[in-house]
């Protein structure tokens, strides 16, 4: 990659700048003020299923543990929170220098998705850049983190113009791809603390960290997000897998999660026995009655104070929200809960 010396044209992109089913950003100001309130003490934070990391960032005050069970997020937060030192200048030189290029060949993306969800021409331009990003992560070029941050813009410039209504379970066919892909300079700050990324089974995870405040947000209902998001997990990993059928999707067997089965119940149980911490703070909205079959909760709030109880003294605090949908919702009173468990 050439080094362009006289910078001076980019957008930059902050963490929110991402569509992400179940996306907490907008509830932030909610879950820090029971936070402030409520909890006494707090060095450390884990946030275990992380999702794109909104609800970590707001504790950058804290070290920070963050764990998604989906490589793509995380990628996106060892980004945004890694401890790792990175080079803004290269990260700008980079991005641009793939803003400048035109891009014309064939290859993994080209093959397996032009004039799906993104053009032909887009696709060689991701298969190009992604690539790229992988051979000089290889040789050197770039650390763990730079390479990270790169990922990550291609990810959120990935978004901006998917032909989709925010997940990739379909595409409309027919449309004239009038966006084009432009990455943009993501804005990540240098962490002094010593902050953890992981990639793993969150009920796994919990039997070997330890923090202040757990904080947990599983998936609610049987959508899977490793269905919804299969295309960019797929360009995170870059392992060139076979995709099938319409929508175009790869294996992902290993990475579907309980808490979209009817196993949640059990898995919640388990989860909460190992875990070590001060306080758990659990987001589960209200949605046991409502929408379609998929969208019911798969765990009753019941089972949810009777885990917790049994884990130390239970609070529970609401506020109303309209939440980020794949656009077939109708529920106009959302109501997300925080169960706020200060352990014995």
């Given at each position: 990659m050439s080094n362009i010396s006289n910078v001076s044209t980019y957008r930059t992109t902050a963490i929110n700048n991402r569509r992400y089913l179940g996306n907490k950003y907008k509830l932030l100001p909610f879950i820090t003020n029971v936070v402030n309130l409520n909890c006494t003490e707090i060095k450390s934070v884990a946030d275990i299923f992380s999702g794109t990391g909104a609800v970590a960032s707001a504790f950058l005050d804290k070290r920070i543990i963050t764990n998604d069970i989906l490589y793509s997020n995380y990628i996106c937060n060892l980004a945004w929170f890694s401890s790792e030192r990175f080079s803004k200048?290269?990260?700008?030189?980079?991005?641009?220098?793939?803003?400048?290029?035109?891009?014309?060949?064939?290859?993994?993306?080209?093959?397996?998705?032009?004039?799906?969800?993104?053009?032909?021409?887009?696709?060689?331009?991701?298969?190009?850049?992604?690539?790229?990003?992988?051979?000089?992560?290889?040789?050197?070029?770039?650390?763990?983190?730079?390479?990270?941050?790169?990922?990550?813009?291609?990810?959120?410039?990935?978004?901006?113009?998917?032909?989709?209504?925010?997940?990739?379970?379909?595409?409309?066919?027919?449309?004239?791809?009038?966006?084009?892909?432009?990455?943009?300079?993501?804005?990540?700050?240098?962490?002094?603390?010593?902050?953890?990324?992981?990639?793993?089974?969150?009920?796994?995870?919990?039997?070997?960290?330890?923090?202040?405040?757990?904080?947990?947000?599983?998936?609610?209902?049987?959508?899977?997000?490793?269905?919804?998001?299969?295309?960019?997990?797929?360009?995170?990993?870059?392992?060139?897998?076979?995709?099938?059928?319409?929508?175009?999707?790869?294996?992902?067997?290993?990475?579907?999660?309980?808490?979209?089965?009817?196993?949640?119940?059990?898995?919640?149980?388990?989860?909460?026995?190992?875990?070590?911490?001060h306080y758990i703070l659990l987001s589960y909205n209200n949605m046991a009655n409502k929408g379609n079959d998929r969208s019911n909760a798969r765990i009753t709030d019941d089972v949810i104070l009777k885990v917790l109880g049994e884990k130390g003294d239970v609070q529970v605090f609401s506020e109303s929200y309209k939440a980020f949908t794949a656009g077939k919702s109708n529920i106009d009173d959302n109501e997300e809960r925080l169960f706020l468990c200060k352990c014995y």
């Open positions: 200048q290269k990260i700008i030189n980079y991005i641009v220098n793939y803003n400048s290029f035109s891009i014309d060949e064939e290859n993994y993306m080209t093959e397996n998705f032009a004039d799906t969800y993104f053009s032909k021409d887009d696709c060689s331009r991701i298969g190009y850049i992604r690539q790229n990003i992988e051979d000089d992560f290889l040789a050197g070029e770039l650390n763990e983190r730079e390479r990270a941050i790169l990922i990550t813009s291609l990810l959120y410039a990935m978004d901006k113009i998917a032909n989709t209504c925010g997940h990739y379970d379909a595409y409309r066919k027919g449309v004239e791809f009038d966006k084009h892909l432009e990455l943009a300079v993501p804005t990540p700050k240098q962490n002094k603390r010593k902050n953890q990324c992981f990639n793993e089974d969150a009920n796994e995870l919990v039997k070997h960290i330890k923090a202040d405040l757990v904080y947990i947000d599983p998936p609610y209902n049987s959508r899977q997000y490793c269905d919804t998001y299969h295309l960019i997990e797929n360009v995170a990993r870059w392992e060139k897998p076979v995709v099938s059928g319409v929508a175009r999707k790869p294996d992902r067997s290993a990475i579907k999660s309980d808490y979209c089965t009817k196993k949640a119940s059990t898995a919640f149980e388990e989860l909460i026995g190992n875990i070590n911490a």
